[in-house]
């Protein structure tokens, strides 16, 4: 790492609930691999502006993406695609982040569909 330089790492992040309203196991509490996805990103972005950061500092992730009983029961990465393309890699954002999705049986909370690590670095 270059010198005078720091690195911000979070792991674990998933989607806040959608909808309190609904029951523990009702998948609209949470919603689709989509919603998640955004929902995950941007509570990515609120613990990055806490740090002074922004997804424009982030250098790497990791996405977990979990199987979705509505989507053949396979993972959905092109919902995940989606909504990485509407917070990276675009226009108000050009930073490609460097990341690894992978496929998994099952994340511990079973109507959870993505689970994100992430790591920036300070400017």
Request: charged share 30%; hydrophobic share 35%.
């Amino acid at each position: 790492m270059p010198e005078n330089k720091a690195i911000y790492f979070a792991s674990g992040i998933v989607a806040y609930p959608k909808d309190v309203s609904k029951p523990e196991g009702d998948r609209e509490r949470f919603g689709d691999t989509y919603e998640q996805s955004i929902s995950a990103l941007k509570r990515i972005e609120e613990y990055l502006s806490e740090e002074g950061l922004s997804l424009k500092d982030v250098i790497a992730m990791k996405v977990y993406v979990a199987p979705d009983p509505e989507n053949d029961g396979k993972p959905d990465f092109q919902a995940w695609f989606k909504a990485y393309g509407e917070f990276f890699d675009n226009e108000e954002n050009p930073n490609k982040v460097a990341r690894s999705t992978i496929g998994v049986y099952q994340l511990v909370d079973p109507n959870k569909f993505i689970e994100i690590e992430v790591r920036a670095v300070y400017p």
